[in-house]
């Protein structure tokens, strides 16, 4: 599978951003999809995940109650929404897949990655 993320940009700290990931292929709804972001100087970091039916999902400490992770089987595509965004939101973010039955919080876990998408929060 092959993955595209868009959405990103320059927003101010309170504000909202909403990614969206579109995936090719077939069989996008067997794959269990991913957020990861990566500050600069930092290690990637998990961000959300979400199951192939959209039933479960998991957020990050940092992220839970401000993002929320869906996504759209019959387009081929998971969001990201980001709601009341802070300066250390800032990153590279970064959708990812895999075929797993459960939800994978490791990025070595994952097998199929997007090309990222800038998200910078000023203050």
């Known amino acids: 599978v092959q993955l595209q993320a868009s959405g990103g940009g320059l927003v101010q700290a309170g504000g909202s951003l909403r990614l969206s990931c579109a995936a090719s292929g077939r069989t996008f709804s067997s794959y269990v999809m991913g957020w990861f972001r990566q500050a600069p100087g930092k290690e990637r970091e998990f961000v959300a995940a979400?199951?192939?039916?959209?039933?479960?999902?998991y957020y990050a400490d940092s992220v839970k109650g401000r993002f929320t992770i869906s996504r759209d089987n019959a387009k081929n595509t998971v969001y990201l929404q980001m709601n009341s965004l802070k300066p250390e939101d800032t990153a590279v973010y970064y959708c990812?897949?895999?075929?797993?039955?459960?939800?994978?919080?490791?990025?070595?876990?994952?097998?199929?990655w997007g090309q990222g998408t800038q998200v910078t929060v000023s203050s």
């Open positions: 990812a897949a895999v075929i797993a039955g459960d939800l994978p919080l490791d990025d070595h876990e994952f097998d199929y």
């Open positions: 979400i199951s192939w039916s959209g039933t479960y999902t």
